[in-house]
Each structure stands twice: as C-alpha cells, then as structure tokens.
C-alpha cells in the first residue's frame, strides 16, 4: 500500500498515470452528466410548491457539496504535505483550489438565480448562501497567498497551513452564521423539506454528484500535469517527454 | 572549524541556513552527533549561535538589553555581560540604545552574542562585513579560543583574514558550478 | 545539563522585551486605537445622526471598527523583527518557538487590544448605547480581541516575508473573524434587549481556548516556513 502511495506520488509516474486516465474519466463524465441531466430535467416530475423552476437544485446542490468535497481534499493533502513533504500533494492542494473556487461560485450563482423566483431578488442573507459566500472567501485567500509566493514549494507549505487552518475553522463559521441566522431571520423560506422528497428527484441530484466529482478528477488531472510540467521543467524526465 | 568558500550565488548562505534548520533541505538531513536536527528541536539549538547576513538585535534596545534577550533565548554563558561588551570594545555603550551605534558597533553587538551564550556550534555567515581591521584580527583570536574549547566553527567569508590554522578545513562549493 | 532558562522565565523576559518596544515606539502603536475612533466617527456622519438608529447599529460599528483595526495592528506582531533578522535568532532559540509566539501575541494583544477596552465605554456613549448593554460591551472586547490576536498572528506569519503582503492579509483573515463578530454583537445586541447572554459568552470563551491552544503552533509553523 504503501508502496504504491510512493510510486504515485513521483511525478513521472503520475504524469503518465494521470494522462492514460483522463480520456476514461471524460467518457464516464460524459455519460453521467446526459444521465444526470436526463433524469433531473425530463423524468423528474415538476414541484407543486415551485414548479419547473425547482430543477436548478440538479447544478446547485452538487456543486455546493464539490465546494465543501474540495475543501476537505485540499486538507487531507496539506496533512500530507506537513508530514512528508510529498511533491504530488503540494501539487493536488494547488491544483484543487481554482477548482473548488469555480463550484463555489458555480453554488454561489445557482443559488441567487433560483433565489430570484423564490424570494423575488437575487440575494438574501441566508445561513447557506452566506456561509458559501466565506467559503468562498476562504478560497480566494489559498489562492491568492499561494500566487503571492514566488518559491513555489515554500508557497505550498504557507498554503498547506493556511488550508489546515481554514478547515478547522470552516465547521466553526458555518454553524455561527446558522446560528446568526436562526435569530436574525426568524422563520424565512427554507429551500427544499429534505425527507419529502421522492427518489425521482434525489437519484438524479446523486448522479449528478458523481458526475462532478469525476469532473473534479477530471480537470485536477489536466491541471496537476501542466503544473508538474511548469514546476519540473529542467528535470530529465521532463526533457525526455 | 570549517571554512565555505565559493563565488557569490553558489549557495553557501543556504548552507548555513540549512545547518541551522531555518531553511529545508530539498533532500537529506542534518545530524547532529547522530540525530536528526528537527528531532532534537531545542536540544540542538541551545547549543548552536547563529549570526546571519542580519544582525539580528533591535535598535529601540540598548546594548545590554540586546544581550540579556540572547541569553533569555539560549544558554546563558558565565561571563559577566559587562565583561562580554569589553570584550568587543563596547563598553561605554552598554546602555546607548544600538540605533545610534555605526554599523560595525552593531556587527560586533551581535557577533557578542557569541559570548553572551554558551554554545558549541557557531554556525557564521559573513561574519566581518563592516568590521575595521583591528576588530577582525580580535574576532580571529576568539575564535581560536572558543576552537580550543573543543568549539565548532562553520564560517563563510570573503575577507582574507588570518584566521586559526587549527583543524581547519576548507569546502569549496564554487567547484561544482 | 544546562542552565537554560525556565520556559516561564523566557516567556515573561520576550513579554517585556515586545512591551518595551512598544513603549519606545508609542506614536506607531496608537494609530490602530486612532483608527478605531475615526471608523467609529463616521457612521453618524454617513448614516445621519438619529439616536435610535445608532442605539440599534452601535454593536455592530463596535465590532467592525475592533476588526479592521485588529487587522491594521497585526503587521507590527511580526514585521520589525522579520527585518532586522531578530526573528531568526527567536526560531533558533532553545525554547519550543509555540510558547514564545504566545508572548509575542500576549504583548500585541497588551498595546493594541486592551486600550480598546478603555476608549469602548467612551464611544458606546457617543452613540447612544443603553447603559445595561454596556458591561458586555467590555466583555466582548475582553474576550474577543485576543481571538483577534491570536488568529491574526497566523495570518501575518504567512505574509510577513512578502513585499504587499498588507491587502493579502485582509483576505486571509478576516473569514476567520467572522464567528467573533456574530457572538460579540448579538450578545452586545441582546444585552441592550435586557436578554440573557451567557450563551454568546460561553461561545466566544470556548473560540479564546481553540484559539490559545491551536493558534501558536500554526503560528510557529508558519513563521518557519517564512524564514526559510
């Protein structure tokens, strides 16, 4: 097992690894998003409270998921940057962050468009939204240290920390803006009564999911490859290619 | 002691930083009497000095306000601080705050660190920029003393100075590039 | 085998040193307490001076007034030391460098958090805060401002060696103040209702306790990883 972690993490093997893959994963990406798609638009049947304008949820709640997926991963890989000070996760945690900035904007817009028919304007101050929003914030933060460090494996250690701070901080702000919200607001419109809703709506919501967490695999290997190429440039393996 | 020469950009300062652990290593480790240096964490540094391209003290601080910090930080060494400021000629500025002192007072402030602490390892890194000539051969001779401690030196320099001939070895890195 | 000082020694002696420090640079040191006091003066100019408007939203300017000029004060933590190579010789000191962060903190916190204790009182008044809201006013701000501190210190240890690393700062940081902020001013908020408060109180001590135990070590790490 732990073999094969350290055969992965060298970066010529994950380049070729990675390259073989990418064709297999945007095929299952494909077929699952038409499916997704499919269910979620056509066979699910209309909401009697919202009408047809409910299906936006098939984009926005499996983007909000990836936006929280993706934090986590960056983590798990900041953990291991810390502790072994391996190339592949420096690589993984950089790569992720734009990724998981786009589903949250991607949940951030779903969120207000569908907001617009709900509550009549684009943004209200919901706990979910508001919480996405810092989430958000937190991501440009990653980002923007990491474009600011000009050595870029000292970028990945201040940015390892700053992911592990920022993930135990994010269950912390997201149940303090629940709280703030529960007394600000009082009793607004929640958007969807989870238990009421039948099969033919959540099954499509977790293809969907899937769909984008193969998405997710799929751009990470793409960008991790141009980014090891960029950071690997005057190695031997590099130059063979 | 050990001298580290080579032309400018070759890498000796991050040598020295590496020794130190400020800077990681992009592969190995450092020992120290058989142990890993991130491991032995404090035991390694109460016995290692360090002065770098930076003086390291502060100019709101006299002198003898400096000092004490060093020893606060590390171990402190026997020697009277007073008896340590004579020693590099900086007696009568013990309680003038280092901002008004030139820049070879400040150089041997902090080279009086050395003193100030017990240590075993010095680890140097230009350590006679803006020194006059006297205070270099001074500095030599306690180097020669702190050798003769069973001290360690790791110094890299520029200036072609005499300095002790005990143990001495010399690592050019200008050799590889 | 050594006679290195005691761990207590060593914090206490970096405590008074960042004090004094302090002390002879007093003028850079007010200019957060200054910047509190104007961000505060402009609310009523912006928003019209109507007592109960500003008896309603006096919680809130507090707090985001204490913030900015949290994040204004935490360069100075770092950035001199930083420069003049001091830093180094504290992370090659022979005391774990966590312990010796917290004194660092604990003195930013001792020049540029506490006197907002003082002036907080004066400019609650100025906005027509309820005397019963008041003493959680103070109790906030004693709470609050060394989470400030404390989360701010990571922050800047992640900056201090980047050339702008000012309007980075802000972006880093203020998310992770944002559940301060809530629990401050809805207790201030619920204080001047004539509500209970314990409950924002004992939130706001458990995030001080988090903060203590877990912040100097990200802290320390991220100071390394500066200087290297």
């Given at each position: 097992m732990f073999l094969w972690f350290h055969k992965l993490g060298s970066p010529p093997h994950f380049y070729r690894i990675a390259g073989k893959w990418i064709p297999w994963l945007t095929w299952?990406?494909?077929?699952?998003?038409?499916?997704?798609?499919?269910?979620?638009?056509?066979?699910?049947?209309?909401?009697?409270?919202?009408?047809?304008?409910?299906?936006?949820?098939?984009?926005?709640?499996?983007?909000a998921w990836m936006s929280m997926f993706i934090y986590v991963t960056m983590a798990f890989c900041a953990v291991v940057i810390i502790v072994w000070r391996m190339k592949l996760a420096e690589v993984v945690l950089i790569s992720s962050a734009p990724i998981g900035a786009s589903f949250t904007f991607l949940?951030?817009?779903?969120?207000?468009?569908?907001?617009?028919?709900?509550?009549?304007?684009?943004w209200v101050w919901d706990a979910r939204l508001t919480s996405e929003l810092i989430l958000l914030f937190l991501y440009l933060g990653v980002i923007g240290l990491h474009n600011a460090i000009e050595d870029k494996r000292v970028a990945a250690r201040a940015v390892a920390i700053l992911a592990l701070v920022g993930v135990v901080n994010i269950p912390i702000i997201h149940y303090s803006v629940e709280w703030w919200h529960s007394l600000h607001q009082g009793a607004s419109l929640t958007k969807f009564d989870k238990p009421s809703m039948p099969p033919s709506m959540y099954i499509p919501i977790l293809i969907m999911a899937l769909a984008f967490q193969f998405y997710y695999a799929l751009t990470l290997f793409h960008k991790c490859r141009v980014e090891l190429l960029q950071r690997e440039r005057n190695s031997k393996w590099v130059k063979e290619l | 002691m050990l001298v580290v020469e080579g032309p400018n950009g070759c890498g000796?300062?991050?040598?020295?930083?590496?020794?130190?652990?400020?800077?990681?290593?992009?592969?190995?480790?450092?020992?120290?009497?058989?142990?890993?240096?991130?491991?032995?964490?404090g035991d390694y540094y109460e016995q290692v000095n360090y002065v770098g391209h930076h003086d390291g003290v502060k100019y709101e601080l006299s002198c003898l306000e400096n000092l004490r910090l060093a020893r606060a930080m590390g171990v402190p060494s026997p020697l009277d601080l007073d008896?340590?400021?004579?020693?590099?000629?900086?007696?009568?500025?013990?309680?003038?705050?280092?901002?008004?002192?030139?820049?070879?007072?400040?150089?041997?402030?902090?080279?009086?660190?050395?003193?100030?602490?017990?240590?075993?390892l010095w680890i140097l890194d230009e350590p006679f920029t803006s020194l006059d000539k006297a205070s270099m051969e001074m500095f030599a001779g306690l180097f020669e003393q702190h050798l003769q401690r069973d001290g360690v030196i790791v110094v890299t320099s520029h200036h072609d100075i005499s300095l002790p001939t005990r143990d001495l070895q010399r690592l050019n890195l200008g050799a590889q590039a | 085998m050594s006679n290195r000082l005691s761990l207590g020694q060593a914090f206490i002696f970096l405590l008074r040193r960042d004090l004094l420090l302090a002390l002879r640079n007093r003028a850079e040191y007010a200019m957060p307490l200054l910047f509190f006091v104007l961000v505060i003066t402009m609310f009523p100019l912006a928003l019209g001076a109507l007592p109960e408007l500003l008896a309603r939203i006096a919680p809130g300017i507090i707090w985001v007034a204490a913030l900015l000029a949290a994040m204004l004060s935490l360069d100075s933590i770092f950035r001199s030391d930083f420069d003049d190579g001091s830093l180094e010789q504290i992370l090659l000191s022979a005391h774990p460098i966590a312990i010796l962060v917290?004194?660092?903190?604990?003195?930013?916190?001792?020049?540029?958090?506490?006197?907002?204790?003082?002036?907080?009182?004066?400019?609650?008044?100025?906005?027509?805060?309820s005397a019963q809201a008041q003493p959680t006013l103070l109790l906030t701000i004693l709470i609050g401002t060394p989470i400030?501190?404390?989360?701010?210190?990571?922050?800047?240890?992640?900056?201090?060696?980047?050339?702008?690393?000012?309007?980075?700062?802000?972006l880093l940081v203020l998310p992770l103040y944002v559940p301060v902020l809530i629990f401050a001013?809805?207790?201030?908020?619920?204080?001047?209702?004539?509500?209970?408060?314990?409950?924002?109180?004992?939130?706001?001590?458990?995030?001080?306790?988090?903060?203590?135990?877990?912040?100097?070590?990200?802290?320390?790490?991220?100071?390394?990883?500066?200087?290297?």
């Amino acid at each position: 097992m732990f073999l094969w972690f350290h055969k992965l993490g060298s970066p010529p093997h994950f380049y070729r690894i990675a390259g073989k893959w990418i064709p297999w994963l945007t095929w299952i990406f494909l077929i699952l998003v038409a499916a997704g798609l499919y269910g979620g638009l056509i066979l699910a049947p209309p909401d009697y409270q919202q009408g047809e304008s409910y299906r936006i949820i098939f984009v926005h709640v499996p983007s909000a998921w990836m936006s929280m997926f993706i934090y986590v991963t960056m983590a798990f890989c900041a953990v291991v940057i810390i502790v072994w000070r391996m190339k592949l996760a420096e690589v993984v945690l950089i790569s992720s962050a734009p990724i998981g900035a786009s589903f949250t904007f991607l949940a951030l817009v779903t969120g207000s468009l569908w907001g617009k028919p709900m509550w009549g304007t684009y943004w209200v101050w919901d706990a979910r939204l508001t919480s996405e929003l810092i989430l958000l914030f937190l991501y440009l933060g990653v980002i923007g240290l990491h474009n600011a460090i000009e050595d870029k494996r000292v970028a990945a250690r201040a940015v390892a920390i700053l992911a592990l701070v920022g993930v135990v901080n994010i269950p912390i702000i997201h149940y303090s803006v629940e709280w703030w919200h529960s007394l600000h607001q009082g009793a607004s419109l929640t958007k969807f009564d989870k238990p009421s809703m039948p099969p033919s709506m959540y099954i499509p919501i977790l293809i969907m999911a899937l769909a984008f967490q193969f998405y997710y695999a799929l751009t990470l290997f793409h960008k991790c490859r141009v980014e090891l190429l960029q950071r690997e440039r005057n190695s031997k393996w590099v130059k063979e290619l | 002691m050990l001298v580290v020469e080579g032309p400018n950009g070759c890498g000796k300062t991050s040598l020295l930083r590496i020794l130190t652990g400020l800077r990681l290593a992009d592969s190995g480790e450092i020992l120290w009497r058989g142990q890993p240096i991130d491991r032995l964490a404090g035991d390694y540094y109460e016995q290692v000095n360090y002065v770098g391209h930076h003086d390291g003290v502060k100019y709101e601080l006299s002198c003898l306000e400096n000092l004490r910090l060093a020893r606060a930080m590390g171990v402190p060494s026997p020697l009277d601080l007073d008896d340590v400021l004579e020693q590099v000629n900086l007696y009568a500025y013990g309680d003038s705050e280092v901002g008004s002192l030139s820049a070879g007072q400040k150089r041997r402030l902090a080279l009086a660190r050395l003193l100030a602490t017990d240590s075993l390892l010095w680890i140097l890194d230009e350590p006679f920029t803006s020194l006059d000539k006297a205070s270099m051969e001074m500095f030599a001779g306690l180097f020669e003393q702190h050798l003769q401690r069973d001290g360690v030196i790791v110094v890299t320099s520029h200036h072609d100075i005499s300095l002790p001939t005990r143990d001495l070895q010399r690592l050019n890195l200008g050799a590889q590039a | 085998m050594s006679n290195r000082l005691s761990l207590g020694q060593a914090f206490i002696f970096l405590l008074r040193r960042d004090l004094l420090l302090a002390l002879r640079n007093r003028a850079e040191y007010a200019m957060p307490l200054l910047f509190f006091v104007l961000v505060i003066t402009m609310f009523p100019l912006a928003l019209g001076a109507l007592p109960e408007l500003l008896a309603r939203i006096a919680p809130g300017i507090i707090w985001v007034a204490a913030l900015l000029a949290a994040m204004l004060s935490l360069d100075s933590i770092f950035r001199s030391d930083f420069d003049d190579g001091s830093l180094e010789q504290i992370l090659l000191s022979a005391h774990p460098i966590a312990i010796l962060v917290l004194a660092k903190v604990s003195a930013h916190w001792l020049v540029t958090g506490l006197p907002l204790l003082i002036v907080a009182p004066l400019l609650a008044e100025m906005l027509g805060m309820s005397a019963q809201a008041q003493p959680t006013l103070l109790l906030t701000i004693l709470i609050g401002t060394p989470i400030l501190s404390l989360i701010g210190a990571i922050g800047v240890a992640l900056t201090v060696g980047l050339r702008k690393g000012g309007i980075i700062l802000s972006l880093l940081v203020l998310p992770l103040y944002v559940p301060v902020l809530i629990f401050a001013s809805s207790a201030i908020d619920n204080a001047a209702m004539g509500f209970d408060v314990s409950a924002q109180i004992y939130m706001l001590l458990a995030f001080l306790l988090l903060s203590v135990s877990l912040s100097p070590w990200a802290t320390a790490a991220a100071l390394r990883m500066s200087a290297s």
